[in-house]
DNA sequence: AGTGTTATGTAACAGCGTTGCGTTACAGTT
DNA sequence: AACTGTAACGCAACGCTGTTACATAACACT
């Protein structure tokens, strides 16, 4: 019984998810306003609040949108040629989703936007996207290419440099694309240099 | 002519500015402001927009204080010793500039608050800081330790680098403060290794 | 005293996220 | 067919924010 749904919930769901990341794409974070997103769809905020708890909450769920399309860059890399050359493609496809969306990459990485920290179960779900970072790592260090070493130790090193120039080249720091070209592929190998078994010892 | 200050100018910025950092260190940046600010000094909200131009200018007092202090910290760090160990004791010193006050360090390389991005005139004030590192790494190279390169494209990697790394660790992401202190290590090494010159070649 | 000029706090305005309340629209009952 | 209970929905208000117009206050000078 009761008033019957005007609107199928998952698709008015999406359609606010799409506005929103839209908006976001399009202005930055100052125009998802709770109003804003919901007259973009056609509704009232009452559906924000329906369907996310809070605008927290609608946050929440791009954030992890975010991250379930880095890991679908991520599925496209080739886990089957050499292990360093699949390792250096991976860190290519994070700065691809960077360059993609970059206010979605703050809402990511950084934090732009008040309220909204991802708490212990947002990290759990996200937590795929770095396990294929630590297996490509894992195999440098079982194919001999990288020394011997915790490769959660390796793991964390590389994805503290690809976090680092993403954020430099979204700030502009990096200088024109040529450049930020040659800094990406220069950090990416003497990071990887850096870990190659001694010669001799 | 005209009515006197009640309050000295300077002294007055420097009690917002510091009752500022005091509560951005406390509770983070939803508690900066305008009236939270200016009744934390014993003045109004209209001190701020006379001292200040608005709030982003006072953000953007905070964000070159923070690089003052920044720059502070590198300049106690010595530049006569051997290259490789003061450019990673730069990094340390850039380590412990982030964990000393976390809110502040997401305002000078995070973007916390909205409203505020820094400008031209902004990014030139704090070139020095870039610079030091800068100088460190042509140390490094004028000393054969780094292969020959483009001094700037080795910062560029290691300034990426020590961001990344104190971005997760404020996150939380590098484990405990001993395995933050073993991946802080490792990778500086790591990407100080990657850029030794090749032993033949 | 009176006036001009400047410093300062108060109060209002528009916007935000959020929520309570009235309205709408149907299912089941009489 | 009329009624009622329940669920969905939107409007409007609340408290907050940054910002600004305005009234007030306090001096120097005539």
Redesign the pocket.
């Not at 019984?1 to 609107?7: A, I, S, Y």
């Not at 509704?43 to 559906?47: C, E, L, P, V």
């Given at each position: 019984?009761?008033?019957?749904?005007?609107?199928d919930w998952d698709d008015l769901r999406r359609a606010l998810l799409d506005a929103a990341g839209r908006l976001l794409a399009a202005e930055g974070p100052q125009a998802?306003?709770?109003?804003?997103v919901a007259h973009e769809v056609g509704?009232?905020?009452?559906?924000v609040?329906?369907l996310f708890e809070?605008?927290?909450g609608l946050l929440r769920a791009m954030f992890l949108d975010g991250f379930a399309a880095l890991e679908e860059r991520f599925a496209r890399v080739p886990v089957d040629g050499d292990p360093e050359a699949d390792l250096l493609a991976l860190g290519h496809a994070y700065r691809a989703a960077a360059r993609a969306d970059p206010h979605r990459y703050d809402l990511m990485f950084g934090r732009p936007i008040a309220?909204f920290r991802p708490d212990e179960a947002d990290l759990a779900r996200i937590g795929g996207t770095y396990d294929t970072l630590l297996r490509a790592v894992a195999r440098c260090v079982d194919a001999g290419r990288f020394g011997p070493a915790d490769p959660a130790d390796i793991a964390a090193h590389l994805s503290a440099l690809v976090h680092g120039l993403a954020s430099l080249e979204l700030r502009g720091a990096l200088g024109d694309e040529e450049c930020a070209d040659r800094r990406w592929r220069l950090a990416l190998e003497a990071a990887c240099r850096g870990h190659h078994p001694e010669p001799a010892g």
């Open positions: 019984m009761g008033r019957p749904r005007t609107r998802l306003g709770t109003r804003r509704t009232s905020t009452t559906a609040y329906n809070d605008k927290a309220d």
